[in-house]
């Protein structure tokens, strides 16, 4: 009997150590990169490491909460459970989503949205309970001393809770341009507004006619912005269609301005009935010092069984000679190994 023992104990370690070494020999990262139904990924770079922000994917009430991986080559990742969640964040109680971080003084900034608050004409549209008061929600900021938390809320409410435009205040992406400005790229149901962020990130700066954001809504745009400049042009990169189907896809504008206009330019990622379906909500991640691209993404799996089972991938972006972004190649592949130097 302890013979067996033994035996079945050393098949379990032997298992473990082949385990750990199959990953650590990993040469491609395989999508989806990590386990787990999520969406709405921001993939950024932060104290020389990847690292990935993304939605937890699952029905609005059980959305109280947010995860982290990080990783040191875009092929292995690690988990960084519940780096913030409601219970931080007092006026919050579900819909925690997209989030977007900043490095800015030693300290991390988290952006994020919650309770899927509904305007008045809208009022009743969605997930949100009849039971709440929807005037609290929108977009608010965590703040950690490390990029896995743990987060406490910033604020004490939200940053963002009106709907300027008819946005919606979800979707939030922080941009720092050349001259030094921060600025908050955000809207859902269709609008996209951007906002200059104060030095400590505690309020909007108003424009010169007193507003505190700007319209850049491009055609066809729905959800989920993201930006950045490459060659001295602004991106602003976008979703369409619907979020809880095959039709989601993502397109891009290109301009001179942070502001645009933002000229529809193309879409990019769409549907591939041979990987995946939904594909959509990006965000992108350049090699410090190197024109090497890529995009991470949410897509939903063949056959889909169910409206909130979202993965994350990655994949290479590749531009064309004039600048303009060649199609995405969804693959089950994923990418290579990168070193940050």
């Known amino acids: 009997m302890m013979r067996s023992k033994s035996l079945l104990f050393l098949l379990i370690y032997l298992l473990f150590v082949s385990n750990v070494s199959a990953q650590k020999n990993k040469k491609l990262s395989g999508n989806p990169i990590f386990d787990g139904w999520y969406a709405d990924p921001e993939g950024v770079i932060l104290d020389n490491k990847f690292w990935i922000f993304p939605t937890f994917s699952a029905k609005y009430k059980d959305q109280v909460f947010l995860d982290a991986f990080s990783s040191n080559d875009l092929v292995n990742w690690v988990k960084h459970p519940k780096i913030i969640d409601t219970a931080a964040v007092k006026w919050a109680y579900m819909a925690m989503w997209a989030p977007s971080i900043v490095n800015k003084d030693n300290k991390f900034f988290l952006f994020f949205s919650a ?29 950690a001393t490390r990029p896995e938390g743990p987060y406490k809320d910033y604020l004490g409410k939200p ?19 050349k001259d030094g400005q921060y600025y908050i790229i955000y809207g859902g149901w269709g609008r996209c507004n951007i906002a ?3 030095d400590d990130f505690t309020a909007l700066i108003p424009y010169p006619n007193g507003d505190l954001v700007k319209e850049i809504t ?40 942070v502001f645009g206009p933002f000229d529809k330019k193309g879409t990019i990622l769409v549907a591939d009935e041979k990987v995946a379906t939904g594909a959509g909500h990006h965000s992108v991640i350049n090699i410090p010092k190197t024109d090497d691209w890529y995009m991470v993404y949410h897509r939903r799996p063949i056959p889909n069984l169910d409206r909130d089972h979202r993965v994350v991938c990655i994949d290479r972006m590749f531009f064309n000679e004039d600048g303009t972004i060649k199609d995405i190649k969804m693959t089950f592949e994923g990418v290579e190994k990168v070193k940050l130097k």
């Open 196 to 198: 200059k962020l104060n």
């Open 159 to 177: 940053l963002i809770n009106n709907f300027y435009n008819k946005a919606q205040p979800i979707d939030q992406f922080v941009f720092l341009d």
């Open 218 to 257: 491009p055609k066809g745009y729905v959800e989920g912005p993201t930006l950045f400049i490459r060659k001295g042009k602004y991106y602003l990169m976008w979703s369409e269609g619907g979020w809880t189907n095959g039709t989601y896809k993502v397109a891009y504008g290109i301009s001179d301005s």
């Open 115 to 143: 309770n899927d608050i509904q305007s008045a004409e809208r009022k009743g549209f969605g997930e949100n309970n009849p039971d709440k008061d929807d005037k609290i929600g929108g977009i608010g900021i965590g703040v």
